[in-house]
């Protein structure tokens, strides 16, 4: 996956000198066909292209941070973008084909900035369902066993006081003092 990434970046990157240089050029042409001095051609050519970019970053943020007046934003790009296209076509012969021979190198890069400015977040390694649980202290010393010696008749006499068979109810008494009882 990184090979795709660097070859589509090397790619974008050489769409985007190509048609900048091409969209500068006419952009600068148009304004210097306009009656303005040849440097604010360039100021111009670097305004519109570079808003353009800013603009569509801009809108992918708001997009990732809940989408909000992302339609302004957008109004904004598609305005800098028909400038830049109107500059390209402005020379070009008057027909659909002059028009996309001039135009065809900012709609490729456009169109590939917008693919790739569109693509969804990768999605991230999703946290183990598994609970994690604290690694136990070994550094805890276990009970020493006491070197005093045991008293072996009392521990046979718990056991036996421990397995012999529980006292029976005195039923008979129970019943005769059933009434008898505090009110």
Request: cysteine-free; aromatic content about 6%; charged content about 15%.
């Amino acid at each position: 996956m990184k090979l795709e990434d660097g070859v589509q970046t090397v790619i974008m990157l050489s769409m985007g000198v190509a048609a900048g240089a091409v969209s500068f050029t006419h952009v600068h042409d148009a304004t210097v066909a306009a009656g303005q001095p040849s440097w604010v051609g360039w100021v111009n050519a670097v305004t519109i292209e570079l808003m353009v970019i800013a603009l569509g970053l801009e809108v992918r943020r708001r997009r990732r941070n809940g989408g909000h007046k992302v339609k302004s934003v957008m109004a904004m790009m598609m305005f800098f973008i028909a400038l830049s296209l109107g500059a390209q076509v402005l020379d070009a012969e008057p027909t659909v084909v002059g028009w996309l021979a001039a135009s065809a190198s900012a709609l490729g890069f456009l169109t590939l900035v917008k693919v790739v400015l569109s693509r969804p977040a990768e999605a991230q390694p999703a946290e183990s369902p598994v609970a994690s649980f604290a690694e136990p202290d070994w550094t805890e010393s276990a009970p020493v066993a006491s070197s005093d010696p045991i008293d072996v008749p009392s521990l046979q006499a718990e056991r036996s006081a421990v397995t012999a068979e529980p006292a029976q109810p005195d039923w008979a008494n129970a019943f005769a003092n059933l009434g008898n009882g505090d009110r």
